[in-house]
């Protein structure tokens, strides 16, 4: 292709509200331009490389015998109203109307649809297991869009949906689409950590994040220094025992604590060290509040505590509310005494603690001295992990500490059991002839976000460095004067020659200075530039590696061979 003939606007400078390195290079290089806030167009390069990360991604769907179709953007809101999400998934949800004022959505995901496909065209055992898979926009209503492609409010995604008999059926799915994507993002040269994800809204009892370690990254991946264990923030577990105390309990003491109303204030009015203080925080959980304690030094972790509660909403409970149902505000919040209505759930280290201290549930008031089953009673079903891991604890193997670091979720798999089949009527008959649930598993890519990772992790101070495997154009011939003859020949037949064995090619024939066309090369980053400069008349030319910035002078006799050489030891 002629770039004269590309639509390529590049920038020389780059918008003031583009914070990363993708958002930034994706713009100056004339690969996006924004729509809305969360909204992009994908130009003609970027469209190229969508093009090449779908089909790695319906390569890798036909190696496991996933079925490709397509299903609409635009949702009745009954199906959403079925499986109870159209109240619970919140604001991000894009609802709307028709002229019949029949109430719609955007589909932000599309387990509903699936679902309710499966459970209309199939009735027996023997029609299953099935994989069924779309790459589709996608919508959310993000209160924040940042980040170019990271946090959008349209964006693309792959979805997969599996549909199996019997667990065995889901553990084959789930375990074949976890291969599929170590495939995937192996192909697309990318750097990655399978890690332990929090299903969230989806549902499902386990679930996988595929995250891409980079500085823009939105989540924190915690991980061991010494063994494979890595898991989302959220759901990342430090190394504790169970302790028993030999000390002997001391009698409840109620203390004054005049305008003490953290644990750092606490702590240092007391002089005692933050783990041996306890700390509660009250939570809402589907209109109920619960009482979460820990040790000081730890911060109660929300989504544990949503998921141990198995509840569909999960917030902090406002201090009137609190102040109401307890007698005291934040700060002298305690578990003992709280009303019955309070559930209490206790992380297991301070479940461990001995004459320890907390708020009293009177204002300037603390207790002291308290301890489990004499003056709270604590049931050991409702003591758990409900902390937020720390880095440089020993991490849950016990072989390693945690390390932080940034990451970019590109991909997410989740096993969702019955969660949807049993709200929809999804159901198959049995090899006894007896109505079963379907077993499901949910499975998505971040098609579009992938742009923003590969180039988080493939960039320099000149612009984007694609892998051959998705760049939008393998070769990029620059003729450095267009009006030399034997430079416009020796491009024109290399351009047919490398297109003839499959090459993707670009040839910058546009009249502009060389340094304004190597810069321009050098921004949108395809991984081989051949420059046909000076000694052209003797059939030499100069080939750039742009992973490596190396070049190589050669006979264009030699070119395709080593462009071939080139391009497959960077796929």
Do not use: C
Not at 52 to 64: F, G, Q, S, T, W
Not at 375 to 385: F, Q, R, Y
Request: no cysteine; aromatic share 8%; charged share 30%.
């Amino acid at each position: 292709m002629k770039q004269s003939k590309l639509l390529m606007p590049t920038l020389r400078e780059v918008p003031s509200d583009a914070e990363v390195v993708s958002h930034q290079l994706l713009l100056k290089a004339g690969y996006i331009r924004p729509v809305a806030a969360g909204m992009f167009s994908y130009l003609p390069l970027a469209k190229r490389v969508l093009n090449k990360i779908e089909a790695i991604v319906r390569e890798e769907m036909d190696n496991i015998d996933a079925n490709e179709m397509l299903v609409p953007e635009v949702l009745p809101a009954e199906l959403w109203q079925k499986s109870g999400r159209y109240a619970t998934y919140g604001p991000d949800l894009y609802k709307l109307k028709n002229r019949q004022d029949r109430d719609f959505i955007l589909g932000p995901t599309h387990e509903e649809t699936f679902t309710q496909l499966l459970a209309d065209d199939i009735k027996s055992y023997k029609k299953l297991p099935l994989v069924v898979y779309q790459i589709q926009q996608k919508f959310r209503d993000e209160n924040r869009p940042r980040f170019g492609l990271l946090r959008t409010r349209e964006f693309i995604m792959k979805d997969a949906y599996s549909f199996s008999a019997d667990e065995a059926g889901l553990d084959k799915a789930f375990h074949d689409m976890e291969s599929a994507y170590t495939n995937i993002f192996d192909r697309l040269g990318l750097t990655y950590r399978i890690i332990v994800g929090d299903a969230g809204a989806m549902g499902g009892s386990d679930s996988k994040e595929f995250s891409a370690p980079a500085s823009a990254g939105e989540d924190t991946i915690a991980y061991s220094d010494t063994t494979s264990y890595a898991a989302n923030l959220e759901m990342a577990k430090d190394f504790y025992e169970r302790q028993v105390s030999l000390e002997a309990e001391k009698d409840l003491q109620s203390i004054d604590t005049p305008n003490v109303k953290s644990i750092e204030e606490l702590s240092e009015f007391l002089d005692i060290e933050a783990n041996k203080l306890a700390k509660t925080i009250i939570f809402k959980a589907d209109g109920k509040l619960v009482a979460v304690v820990t040790t000081g030094d730890f911060e109660v972790n929300d989504v544990k505590v949503q998921n141990f509660l198995h509840a569909d909403n999960l917030e902090l409970a406002d201090e009137p509310t609190v102040e109401k149902i307890v007698g005291t505000g934040f700060g002298s919040l305690g578990p003992v005494g709280l009303p019955d209505e309070v559930q209490i759930l206790v992380d297991e280290r301070a479940a461990d603690l001995v004459n320890f201290t907390a708020g009293a549930n009177r204002d300037g008031k603390h207790l002291t001295n308290i301890n489990w089953q004499r003056d709270v009673n604590l049931m050991d079903s409702n003591v758990g992990d409900f902390r937020i891991a720390r880095e440089g604890d020993l991490s849950v193997d016990g072989q390693g500490k945690l390390v932080f670091t940034k990451g970019i979720e590109i991909g997410h798999i989740f096993k969702l059991g019955t969660r949807y089949s049993k709200s929809m009527g999804a159901q198959v008959l049995d090899e006894n002839g007896r109505q079963k649930d379907m077993i499901m598993g949910s499975y998505g890519i971040g098609v579009s976000r992938l742009l923003s990772a590969i180039v988080e992790q493939n960039s320099d101070e000149n612009g984007l460095i694609w892998p051959a495997s998705v760049a939008p154009f393998d070769v990029h011939i620059v003729p450095v004067n267009i009006k030399d003859e034997d430079q416009i020949r020796i491009a024109n037949d290399l351009e047919t020659t490398l297109t003839s064995q499959g090459f993707d090619v670009l040839v910058d024939d546009r009249k502009e200075r060389a340094g304004v066309k190597f810069a321009d090369a050098d921004l949108i980053g395809l991984p081989i530039r051949i420059t046909v400069g000076k000694k052209a008349t003797e059939e030499i030319v100069e080939v750039k590696v742009r992973a490596s910035n190396t070049n190589i002078e050669m006979r264009v006799s030699e070119v395709v061979d080593s462009v071939s050489v080139l391009l497959n030891d960077d796929k």
